[in-house]
């Protein structure tokens, strides 16, 4: 487990309280009256809906039913469509890359299955979020999901309420990984010459007075953190405010869920940081499905 040195570093801009920076999911639009099988509010009366829209849209469906593919007579007659209005749709959709035609069979094209990858990457999104705000109110703490990806620090997701505020970014989080749990966690689970790598184009400099002094302290002191044990820093990033990281690692991805708490509730950091790891034990298999989000 690391933790760190609490000796002061040197002068500090004063920061306001901050960790990892909220990245928060928009609350979903209200949607008036029962949808449709579309998912869409009924159409108010009089209005003028688009029928080849309509008519295109049941054609993909009717394609995407069809594994090995299907021709544009069968694709007509499943759709209740004359052969050259579905002809007409078919080349179109093609056109547009919704559609791919090989040897007289039509089949979803790439352009679909981007749409069908982003759904299903926004569920995964949905289902973390979920699952970061229930920790959220069982440990009672606001939580923060993040990730090593092209060899920077990202954070995907932040769970925080009223009664459990997350704290926020003061300084660069990209650039700051070394002051922070987070980073810290991350930095950890990579090897050294990607630890040196990271330090190279963003090097340790004081964010706080407890900040850690230099890279080859830093580094010595990732070389020393237990494999899967959680990361501890005390008001390294933020004055009055401590965290803790758990790295989840997944084949080559480097991930982690974070924690943090005022300084005056420290006392309930490690207690906290055990439960959120044994419960990502219990749900690793939903976190790693999100590794790829």
């Known amino acids: 487990m690391a933790t760190v040195?609490?000796?002061?570093?040197?002068?500090?801009?004063?920061?306001?309280?901050?960790?990892?920076?909220?990245?928060?999911?928009?609350?979903?639009?209200?949607?008036?009256?029962q949808p449709r099988?579309?998912?869409?509010?009924?159409?108010?009366?009089?209005?003028?809906?688009?029928?080849?829209?309509?008519?295109?849209?049941?054609?993909?469906?009717?394609?995407?039913?069809?594994?090995?593919?299907a021709p544009a007579k069968q694709l007509a007659r499943e759709t209740g469509l004359a052969l050259p209005t579905a002809y007409h749709l078919l080349r179109t959709l093609?056109?547009?890359?919704?559609?791919?035609?090989?040897?007289?069979?039509f089949f979803l094209g790439d352009a679909a299955e981007r749409l069908s990858s982003s759904s299903a990457q926004q569920k995964r999104r949905s289902t973390v979020a979920d699952m970061l705000a229930h920790w959220r109110d069982r440990i009672g703490a606001p939580m923060y999901y993040a990730l090593y990806r092209d060899g920077e620090i990202e954070v995907?997701?932040?769970?925080?309420?009223?009664?459990?505020?997350?704290?926020?970014?003061?300084?660069?989080?990209?650039?700051?990984?070394?002051?922070?749990?987070?980073?810290?966690?991350?930095?950890?689970?990579?090897?050294?010459?990607?630890?040196?790598?990271?330090?190279?184009?963003?090097?340790?400099?004081a964010v706080t007075p407890y900040t850690v002094h230099d890279n080859h302290t830093l580094l010595r002191r990732l070389a020393r953190v237990p494999r899967m044990g959680p990361v501890v820093e005390r008001?390294?990033?933020?004055?009055?405010?401590?965290?803790?990281?758990?790295?989840?690692?997944v084949g080559t991805t480097a991930a982690t869920m974070a924690i943090s708490l005022p300084v005056h509730e420290a006392d309930r950091l490690l207690p906290a940081a055990q439960r959120l790891q044994t419960?990502?034990?219990?749900?690793l298999g939903t976190l790693a499905l999100s590794i790829s989000m």
């Open 156 to 205: 995907m997701c932040v769970s925080d309420s009223r009664q459990t505020p997350a704290v926020e970014e003061w300084a660069d989080f990209r650039e700051t990984g070394h002051a922070h749990a987070v980073g810290q966690c991350l930095l950890s689970q990579l090897d050294e010459e990607a630890r040196r790598d990271h330090l190279a184009r963003h090097p340790v400099q």
């Open 235 to 249: 008001q390294e990033y933020a004055l009055g405010t401590v965290c803790a990281a758990v790295p989840i690692t």
């Open 94 to 105: 093609v056109h547009e890359g919704y559609l791919r035609r090989e040897k007289g069979l």
């Open 279 to 283: 419960e990502i034990g219990r749900h």
């Open 5 to 33: 040195d609490t000796a002061p570093a040197g002068p500090h801009a004063p920061p306001p309280r901050s960790c990892p920076p909220p990245v928060r999911r928009p609350p979903s639009p209200a949607v008036p009256g």
């Open 37 to 69: 099988s579309s998912g869409l509010p009924e159409p108010p009366p009089g209005a003028t809906l688009i029928g080849s829209v309509q008519r295109a849209m049941r054609l993909m469906e009717t394609v995407a039913r069809h594994e090995y593919g």
